[in-house]
């Protein structure tokens, strides 16, 4: 069965220090604690050395928040997948809409970083979603299905060791949720794309995680939705009460 996962997307905040404090109060409140979803943080590659020394892997998982599609070589300020895997760490956003949207990131790009991540043993956890326009002009169905469909070549081994985030960009960081309803029927019409291509076990077995303004406030309400298997949270994942307060969601 899938699992329930709460990760967090700590983006460009955080110097060394702020952050191994952070990743220290959030280890703390997890020691002992009985919890419904396995946890993740995914935070600067400045950061992935420091913070997995500091945090038990039994409590929760690393992750960074972006790889490069190349083995390695002459990429001046790229990091390979085997460089955040040299780290500790377990996982690896890839294709957030801030990545394609500010650094032009396509779905062929996006599909070689997949692959890089997963020779080298990482969870990626892609992302899609659609932009407002779409969701207005009603295209946001076809989009994040093509945007899903971009990984379509992998093999089913492969696939099956994917997680999906969906993050309607126009719920990011404006404090503008999806609503319940809205982040099911989009989960839903995921995991049936996902179906028709890979078959159902594979998609039953897919976490497909809810990311735009969560906050222990909605958490509940979200994650209590039968596709909604978790969340990649933003900001609210900066501060270690409320990122503690959705993984409570899940009770
Ligand atoms: P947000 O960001 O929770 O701040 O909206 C989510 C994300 O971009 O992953």
């Not at 400045?46 to 002459?74: F, P, Q, R, W, Y």
């Not at 594979?202 to 222990?216: R, W």
């Amino acid at each position: 069965m899938r699992k329930n996962i709460v990760a967090g997307n700590w983006k460009m905040n955080t110097t060394v220090e702020e952050g191994i404090e952070l990743a220290d109060q959030i280890n703390s409140r997890l020691e002992g604690k009985e919890k419904n979803c396995e946890v993740v943080i995914c935070v600067p590659f400045t950061h992935l050395t420091s913070v997995n020394a500091v945090i038990d892997k039994d409590l929760m998982g690393l992750g960074a928040e972006n790889c490069s599609e190349h083995e390695k070589g002459a990429y001046t300020g790229e990091v390979s997948a085997a460089m955040v895997k040299s780290t500790g760490a377990s996982h690896v956003i890839l294709g957030h809409s801030e990545r394609r949207q500010y650094f032009g990131e396509t779905n062929e790009q996006l599909l070689a970083k997949t692959q890089k991540a997963l020779e080298h043993g990482l969870t990626p956890i892609f992302c899609v979603g659609e932009v407002l326009e779409e969701r207005e002009n009603g295209t946001f169905n076809d989009v994040v299905a093509s945007q899903v469909e971009a990984l379509f070549s992998l093999s089913p081994e492969a696939f099956s060791k994917i997680v999906i985030a969906y993050e309607p960009v126009w719920a990011i960081g404006t404090g503008k949720t999806a609503t319940a309803d809205q982040a099911e029927d989009m989960h839903a019409h995921i995991r049936k794309v996902i179906e028709d291509k890979y078959g159902k076990e594979i998609a039953d077995n897919t976490s497909i995680l809810y990311g735009g303004s969560c906050k222990p406030s909605n958490a509940k309400e979200l994650f209590a939705k039968p596709d909604v298997d978790g969340g990649l949270i933003g900001g609210a994942a900066l501060d270690a009460d409320s990122f503690m307060g959705i993984i409570e969601a899940f009770d």
